[in-house]
């Protein structure tokens, strides 16, 4: 990081998508009960995990004995089959793709060829740590590398085309607790969701790091490649807190580079201009 203790440190403004017609605005507090979740009608995915070996492995509950693998199961639509994103142990770990003979009666009846980045041949071993469904048939990955050092990096997997995109680098998403998480999900619409990710690292001391962008993807029919609605820098401070109140965003940031002497921020913008 160290530019923050020699010399000025180099200015991390936020970036709003012109298509909102929209800016960020500074407001005095968060919202104190934000509404309840809108169900998600594209949310075919659910997590579980695999035992044995593939195609002759088994779906096992979360909470048995069994040794297994973290997989994600995506129940079929529009005319998509079945699948299963199935991460594999051993020599050389790596991610499978499979599609599967029913929902009901789940058996791995045919290897997708799975080509999720230009650079794979590189990669020494590969990992899922997140996928979660998004509108438009398509699948958001989370994905570590080693390449050779270890790697983060979130894709977007359009389910009848088989086919990758990345969306970009990213760093562990320190907010939630939760080790393996690299993004969130946010239904804003039974038909839209935002996905947030974040990334770069400046690092404070041992073990303490702030983020140099937080990113707020909109998914949508008028949006199935995703738009960026918002790139968060920090500046703005780091996501604490996020919330969707009818069509607008609301953000609980924090900019901690002065450990001392933090400041916090709450933040308001409309997205009703590409909802």
Not at 52 to 60: C, I, K, M, N, S
Not at 105 to 114: I, K, Y
Not at 181 to 194: E, I, K, M, N, S
């Amino acid at each position: 990081m160290f530019g923050l203790f020699k010399g000025q440190a180099a200015p991390l403004p936020s970036v709003v998508a012109p298509e909102l017609g929209a800016r960020l605005h500074r407001e005095t507090a968060f919202p104190a009960l934000p509404p309840a979740l809108p169900k998600a009608a594209y949310d075919h995915c659910k997590p579980t995990r695999v035992a044995g070996t593939l195609p002759q492995a088994r779906f096992v509950e979360a909470d048995t004995n069994e040794h297994g693998v973290a997989a994600w199961r995506i129940a079929p639509h529009d005319g998509v089959p079945p699948l299963a994103l199935v991460n594999v142990s051993g020599l050389h770990p790596h991610v499978e793709l499979w599609e599967l003979g029913s929902d009901a009666a789940p058996s791995f009846v045919r290897q997708r060829d799975l080509r999720i980045d230009a650079g794979q041949q590189t990669w020494g071993v590969s990992r899922a740590l997140d996928a979660a469904c998004v509108p438009g048939g398509r699948l958001v990955v989370g994905m570590a590398y080693a390449d050779p050092l270890t790697r983060h990096a979130l894709y977007l997997y359009d389910l009848r085309a088989n086919a990758f995109r990345k969306l970009g680098d990213a760093v562990r998403d320190s907010s939630t607790g939760l080790p393996g998480r690299l993004f969130q999900t946010w239904p804003v619409a039974p038909d839209g969701a935002l996905v947030l990710w974040h990334s770069g690292e400046i690092r404070l001391k041992a073990e303490v790091y702030v983020r140099e962008r937080d990113h707020f993807m909109l998914f949508s029919p008028r949006h199935p490649q995703g738009l960026e609605v918002l790139a968060l820098g920090l500046d703005d401070g780091n996501v604490e807190r996020w919330a969707m109140v009818g069509r607008t965003l609301w953000l609980e940031t924090v900019d901690a580079r002065d450990v001392a002497r933090p400041r916090t921020f709450v933040w308001s913008i409309d997205l009703a201009g590409v909802l």
